[in-house]
């Protein structure tokens, strides 16, 4: 138990489905990230929050929304995917960015997405 | 821009045997981390070095930043099966928020 959970584990939606994933931290962290892994792919960066404020967009398709109403929660919200974009989506918190120690980033479980 | 080099990509070795990889770099970290994932998880923090030449042992692993603070190695001692999965090296971007990770060593053990 890493204190970052994702729900839902697993999530199978259609191209024209609207979902979103959710993530929770009980770190009492102020810096929260997205990242897509596909396979045989190294882990790529999507969304930055920190202190509720969006600090990096890595290029990411408008078809993936980030939402973070509070230092706990973070949201994938996800519309009009496509079949590439079935991997595991995975959730991080850090205390705060900038580097060093306070940088270090816990993962949650991740959640399984395909697209069909 | 900054790149993690880990060796070997993958292992496979017999119950019992040590373990050992690493984690280059032509430029140079403040911070090493080192992350196990098992399939259908997320990465989980093993070990992390904030100090160059720091030795650090999390049970049967054992960690070091290297002193030129561009290498990084894990090992594992005496591996039992439960020791598969993908070892990730990491560390933050010096220009801050955007860790680096590495492509990962799997490693398999045959019991």
């Known amino acids: 138990e890493t204190g970052v959970t994702q729900t839902p584990r697993h999530l199978v939606m259609g191209m024209t489905n609207k979902k979103s994933l959710k993530c929770e931290q009980h770190?009492?962290?102020?810096?929260m990230y997205w990242y897509k892994q596909s396979a045989k792919k190294p882990l790529e960066l999507m969304f930055v929050?920190?202190?509720?404020?969006?600090?990096e967009n890595n290029s990411v398709p408008s078809r993936f929304s980030p939402e973070c109403p509070n230092s706990s929660h973070l949201f994938l919200h996800l519309h009009t995917l496509q079949p590439e974009d079935s991997a595991l989506y995975l959730c991080?918190?850090?205390?705060?960015?900038?580097?060093?120690?306070?940088?270090?980033?816990?993962f949650g479980p991740g959640t399984r997405l395909l697209v069909l | 821009g900054q790149q993690l080099n880990q060796s070997p990509q993958s292992m496979f070795i017999q119950e019992g045997e040590d373990v050992s990889m690493n984690c280059t770099s032509s430029?140079?970290?403040?911070?090493w981390l080192w992350y196990k994932q098992e399939p259908g998880e997320g990465p989980v923090l093993l070990i992390a070095?904030?100090?160059?030449?720091e030795l650090t042992s999390n049970g049967r692993l054992t960690a070091q930043f290297g002193i030129t603070r561009k290498d990084s190695f894990l090992n594992i001692s005496a591996s039992i099966p439960s020791d598969v999965g993908i070892y990730f090296c990491?560390?933050?971007?010096?220009?801050?928020?955007?860790?680096?990770f590495g492509a990962g060593t799997r490693l398999f053990v045959k019991a």
């Open positions: 990491a560390g933050p971007h010096t220009g801050g928020f955007k860790t680096i």
């Open positions: 770190l009492g962290h102020n810096a």
């Open positions: 929050y920190s202190l509720e404020e969006r600090v």
């Open positions: 070095l904030y100090k160059a030449g």
């Open positions: 430029s140079i970290f403040n911070t």
């Open positions: 991080a918190s850090s205390q705060d960015i900038g580097g060093g120690a306070q940088e270090t980033q816990y």
